[in-house]
């Protein structure tokens, strides 16, 4: 079957710009994470979407930083008016549930902003 | 808060050697710990998921444990082969988020 898909998967933008990147979870998975991995460090949690829940923003760095999930499925990360230091690999992942199921990856968007 | 801390950051090893990864945690508060291997400009895939009442978990030449009292897991690779080098992650299921360790980048050399 079908994994998680993001898109697109590699943008260039320039610093003060807006950007939106995509994440399709697996079908069925009510669980929907977003992870930002910079060149050298750890893997840094974003945000967590459970089901119909209020979404745990509470590793969002910046109020330049928002995320929704329309319907339970499709997840958009939007950055307004980006900055150099927003240069990373930005992970989306999703689980059948949120306690006991494995995570599963994208591939992930490499943002580079100049 | 959380902290996940994975030794070696680094390992190399001749084609067909048993070798061990570990990571250990700060909190014994955990819902599971994943294990995970991460290509060059890849996403991670899963490889073992340890629910915290389990003590381990094997999938083909992978064994994985975890001692939560201790807070360590410790994952086994029998026989290496160069296919099996790339970044190998650990990952304790907190509540609403997963805590990462930096990783150990294996080289497996032929």
């Known amino acids: 079957g079908a994994g998680v898909s993001q898109s697109p998967s590699n943008k260039v933008t320039e610093k003060g710009k807006d950007v939106e990147l995509r994440c399709d979870p697996i079908s069925g998975h009510t669980a929907l994470y977003w992870y930002r991995q910079s060149l050298g460090q750890g893997l840094e949690f974003l945000i967590y979407?459970?089901?119909?829940?209020?979404?745990?923003k509470s590793g969002l760095p910046s109020d330049r930083f928002s995320a929704e999930r329309t319907g339970g499925s499709v997840s958009t990360l939007t950055i307004q008016r980006t900055q150099q230091e927003d240069s990373a690999v930005y992970l989306c992942?999703?689980?059948?549930?949120?306690?006991?199921?494995?995570?599963?990856f994208g591939n992930g968007t490499r943002l580079t902003v100049t | 808060k959380q902290e996940v801390t994975q030794i070696p950051a680094a390992l190399s090893v001749p084609e067909g050697e048993n070798l061990v990864l570990n990571c250990s945690f700060t909190?014994?508060?955990?819902?599971?710990l994943q294990w995970f291997r991460q290509d060059p400009g890849k996403g991670l895939t899963s490889l073992l998921l340890?629910?915290?009442?389990?003590r381990e978990q094997t999938s083909g030449r992978l064994n994985a444990s975890l001692d939560k009292s201790s807070g360590r897991s410790t994952l086994y690779i029998a026989a290496s082969q160069p296919g099996d080098s790339a970044t190998y992650l650990c990952a304790v299921k907190g509540f609403n988020k997963f805590y990462f360790g930096s990783g150990t980048k294996l080289n497996v050399k032929p």
């Open positions: 909190d014994s508060a955990i819902y599971n």
């Open positions: 340890i629910q915290s009442s389990q």
């Open positions: 979407f459970q089901g119909n829940s209020a979404p745990d």
């Open positions: 992942a999703s689980s059948l549930t949120g306690s006991d199921s494995p995570l599963h």
